[in-house]
């Protein structure tokens, strides 16, 4: 039997969400000019780097799906240079032939489950179709490895997603059997970002469009409230209106969710004593409570959001397994099923993005 057959066993990990890139490619990040030379975030993280900081679920982990790491770009063509290089990076560890300093080994190519690049969506279906032809013709043999693009719009002015070109490119998209990563940000972006992903999603899905479109990290709520002050005296509003917005999101039966992102939005973490995972458990319990009702585990997929789990997260050695830990209590609270539990650990990444596993 292949392992996509049985990609709901709960030994299984899959990790729906991580960012790489080698040292040499910081100064073409577009947030590299607001860290500092100290930021957990100012130094490689590829794969010699992820490889250690999930050592203790090796035996598990069956790989992962990259996503783009917000490379200088733009929706011209002459600005897409940055964006296309990522690319040539991870199809270099998909093949196992790395460049000296790059951080990666030729047996790691079989970790690369899935890669979802930048791409120009505002620009329209034709400008769209050209980036992903040339995404294409990088790709060669590997092109199965594309599952998807993302623009991210958490950072974008109000408005874009309801652009015309916007909403043509992401039914060319869907059209082409692509899913689309959204990345929108409550807490520091405004909820103004949800309601226009709302609106944008009825526009994409009003003609039948079936675009898998994969919601990332919760849409970033605000997880500064504990949990008694987002539900006090009828909900605070930074909780009521994302609940409306996440539940508005579920009623698409094309829309997934990423169960990720929580350690950048909750406060920071002391790297010495981090918080008791059963705390975090109750502390964002009202949030997970709406997702696990308005997408259901079949729909919600695990994700480390590594290295920027590492941020607000108990330090670089820790991130990932307490939020692995994390996780791991947040589905014994919901009473999930072992087969629920494997959807979430592995077996819903593998449906909305196709992932083709190995057979085992």
Same mark, same amino acid.
């Given at each position: 039997m292949s392992s996509q057959q049985d990609s709901g066993a709960s030994r299984y990990i899959v990790d729906s969400h991580i960012h790489l890139y080698a040292a040499s490619h910081i100064p073409s990040l577009n947030w590299t000019g607001d860290l500092a030379a100290d930021h957990p975030l100012n130094r490689q993280y590829s794969l010699d780097e992820y490889r250690g900081a999930t050592r203790d679920r090796s035996q598990e982990l069956r790989g992962f799906v990259f996503l783009?790491? $917000?490379?200088?770009?733009?929706? !011209?063509d002459t600005q897409w240079q940055d964006a296309l290089e990522e690319v040539d990076f991870l199809f270099r560890i998909a093949r196992g032939s790395p460049r000296e300093g790059e951080g990666h080994r030729p047996e790691d190519g079989g970790l690369v489950l899935g890669i979802v690049p930048w791409a120009p969506v505002p620009a329209g279906a034709t400008a769209l179709a050209k980036y992903v032809g040339q995404v294409q013709e990088?790709?060669?043999?590997?092109?199965?490895?594309?599952?998807?693009?993302r623009y991210l719009v958490q950072d974008k002015p109000a408005g874009v997603m309801l652009q015309e070109?916007?909403?043509e490119g992401l039914q060319w998209?869907?059209?082409?059997?692509?899913?689309? $990563?959204?990345?929108?940000?409550? !807490?520091s972006g405004g909820i103004h970002q949800l309601q226009e992903a709302c609106t944008m999603m009825e526009r994409v899905y009003a003609g039948g469009n079936g675009l898998r479109i994969i919601i990332n990290h919760f849409c970033k709520p605000n997880l500064r409230l504990s949990a008694r002050e987002a539900l006090a005296n009828g909900g605070h509003p930074d909780f009521t209106e994302w609940k409306d917005c996440i539940e508005q999101m579920g009623r698409h039966e094309s829309t997934y969710m990423k169960l990720s992102g929580f350690f950048s939005e909750l406060p920071e973490q002391d790297e010495s004593s981090p918080p008791d995972v059963a705390a975090l458990v109750e502390r964002t319990k009202p949030w997970v409570d709406v997702v696990f009702k308005a997408f259901g585990p079949s729909r919600i997929m695990f994700g480390s959001d590594w290295p920027v789990c590492n941020v607000g997260g108990p330090g670089v050695v820790k991130s990932w397994s307490h939020w692995h830990e994390l996780v791991e209590a947040i589905l014994a609270s919901q009473e999930l099923t072992a087969d629920e539990q494997a959807q979430i650990w592995s077996g819903t990444a593998v449906k909305a993005y196709g992932i083709n596993l190995p057979v085992s």
């Amino acid at each position: 039997m292949s392992s996509q057959q049985d990609s709901g066993a709960s030994r299984y990990i899959v990790d729906s969400h991580i960012h790489l890139y080698a040292a040499s490619h910081i100064p073409s990040l577009n947030w590299t000019g607001d860290l500092a030379a100290d930021h957990p975030l100012n130094r490689q993280y590829s794969l010699d780097e992820y490889r250690g900081a999930t050592r203790d679920r090796s035996q598990e982990l069956r790989g992962f799906v990259f996503l783009e790491t $917000d490379r200088k770009s733009g929706l !011209r063509d002459t600005q897409w240079q940055d964006a296309l290089e990522e690319v040539d990076f991870l199809f270099r560890i998909a093949r196992g032939s790395p460049r000296e300093g790059e951080g990666h080994r030729p047996e790691d190519g079989g970790l690369v489950l899935g890669i979802v690049p930048w791409a120009p969506v505002p620009a329209g279906a034709t400008a769209l179709a050209k980036y992903v032809g040339q995404v294409q013709e990088r790709a060669g043999e590997e092109w199965p490895l594309v599952k998807g693009f993302r623009y991210l719009v958490q950072d974008k002015p109000a408005g874009v997603m309801l652009q015309e070109q916007f909403i043509e490119g992401l039914q060319w998209l869907g059209g082409h059997g692509l899913t689309f $990563d959204l990345g929108v940000d409550a !807490r520091s972006g405004g909820i103004h970002q949800l309601q226009e992903a709302c609106t944008m999603m009825e526009r994409v899905y009003a003609g039948g469009n079936g675009l898998r479109i994969i919601i990332n990290h919760f849409c970033k709520p605000n997880l500064r409230l504990s949990a008694r002050e987002a539900l006090a005296n009828g909900g605070h509003p930074d909780f009521t209106e994302w609940k409306d917005c996440i539940e508005q999101m579920g009623r698409h039966e094309s829309t997934y969710m990423k169960l990720s992102g929580f350690f950048s939005e909750l406060p920071e973490q002391d790297e010495s004593s981090p918080p008791d995972v059963a705390a975090l458990v109750e502390r964002t319990k009202p949030w997970v409570d709406v997702v696990f009702k308005a997408f259901g585990p079949s729909r919600i997929m695990f994700g480390s959001d590594w290295p920027v789990c590492n941020v607000g997260g108990p330090g670089v050695v820790k991130s990932w397994s307490h939020w692995h830990e994390l996780v791991e209590a947040i589905l014994a609270s919901q009473e999930l099923t072992a087969d629920e539990q494997a959807q979430i650990w592995s077996g819903t990444a593998v449906k909305a993005y196709g992932i083709n596993l190995p057979v085992s």
